[in-house]
């Protein structure tokens, strides 16, 4: 029989939501594998009257219950919680029953993906049923969630250290996690499926296909709309180039998407499906990602997969891909610093593709998904091996 490997995460994509693309990817590869792979994304229980007014409370009440992705089954238990759950809120406790109120068959092994609050669930599932699970921390669990609250401290400790393998997605992370738990923590990224970027088309013919200026210098930003994604500070270093050849492009949605379109060279394209975020990709000159704090930026490898040259932040987990020339690197919050670096990159193109070249070099080198997911599945069957599982 097929090892059952039953994965706890914050998200798993669906026909109208992109959230955890990463683990599609990577779950799907470890179920051709030759695992029998669950994946349960414990979901907040919306009231319906909330679900029409709201539409990320809407989201949560759409998202099905049970979902197959070829040889993947998705779970969505619903569990009761408030806002800002992870400040004030127990989530871990009432995400945990309400995965075992499912009544699932006792896997061999259990990843868990955050190592909270999926990560606390994992290793309470691991308890009751007394097998092996490992944890993958990926980004806010280590670098916000801590300082926050003594008690999700303790319980990230507790998580580090119980688990058969603890990683973390990219070298500063790792090494970050390791001092906050006094546990040691691998660095294992997820990484990116390289081959979705390997026949994009020419920018001209890109452009024409999202509806893009051909004239302009592109400026792409993919991700979130938010503070801690540099959101305000890219709108106003548009302001400061307002009367530039350089256009902003920004594929994602959030509370400051007015903030960046008031901006007269600025181009909104909303959220889009991962075919349509490489084809922006193909279409722009260079990413700019001014973000504040990451775990190990994903739009990021897949620019540099692109061969995109890119303008980051000096910020923790940017600095691991951004370092030694790969990219262009500006401090954290500070305007000023990016319109300068868009504008010398609008300026000087080939030395921007020289650094997309040397990106793309190293993340062939340590963040190709199926080689760091081959990774793991090797680690998950020796643990399997040495518990006398095949």
């Known amino acids: 029989m097929n090892p059952k490997l039953l994965v706890v995460a914050a998200g798993y994509p669906t026909e109208t939501s992109f959230a955890g693309a990463f683990h599609r990817d990577q779950f799907r590869l470890v179920a051709e594998s030759g695992f029998d792979v669950t994946v349960v994304v414990p979901t907040p229980w919306v009231p319906p009257v909330l679900g029409r007014l709201r539409r990320s409370a809407g989201a949560y009440a759409a998202a099905p219950m049970r979902q197959v992705d070829g040889a993947v089954t998705i779970l969505r238990p619903r569990y009761v919680t408030v806002p800002r759950e992870t400040r004030w809120f127990f989530p871990d406790l009432t995400q945990y029953l309400s995965v075992r109120a499912l009544g699932l068959p006792r896997p061999d092994i259990i990843q868990g993906f955050y190592g909270y609050p999926p990560g606390a669930v994992a290793r309470r599932l691991a308890l009751a049923w007394r097998v092996p699970y490992f944890v993958g921390l990926l980004g806010d669990d280590v670098n916000l969630y801590p300082a926050q609250r003594a008690r999700t401290r303790r319980v990230l400790t507790a998580v580090a250290r119980d688990a058969a393998f603890a990683f973390a997605n990219g070298p500063t992370l790792a090494a970050t996690a390791t001092q906050v738990t006094q546990v040691p923590v691998h660095n294992l990224p997820i990484g990116v499926a390289a081959e979705r970027f390997s026949n994009l088309p020419a920018r001209r013919e890109a452009r024409a296909a999202l509806g893009l200026p051909d004239d302009k210098v592109l400026a792409l930003y993919v991700g979130s709309l938010l503070p801690a994604k540099g959101t305000a500070e890219l709108a106003d270093a548009l302001g400061r180039l307002a009367e530039t050849n350089i256009v902003g492009v920004a594929v994602g949605d959030g509370p400051l998407r007015d903030r960046f379109c008031q901006e007269k060279n600025a181009l909104w394209l909303g959220s ?94 340590h963040y190709s998904l199926k080689t760091n997911t081959q990774r793991l599945i090797s680690l998950y069957r020796e643990q399997l091996a040495g518990r006398g599982q095949r």
Do not use: K, Y
């Open 272 to 365: 889009r499906p991962a075919n349509e975020v490489a084809l922006a990709m193909a279409a722009a000159d260079f990413l700019v990602h001014p973000s504040h704090s990451e775990g190990l930026p994903i739009a990021v490898l897949e620019a540099a997969f692109a061969r995109l040259p890119i303008i980051i932040t000096d910020a923790r987990g940017c600095i691991d891909l951004g370092r030694d020339g790969r990219a262009v690197l500006v401090p954290v919050n500070d305007p000023a610093a990016l319109a300068s670096a868009m504008r010398q990159a609008a300026d000087d193109p080939a030395a921007m593709t020289s650094r997309a070249q040397t990106m793309f070099d190293h993340v062939q080198e």
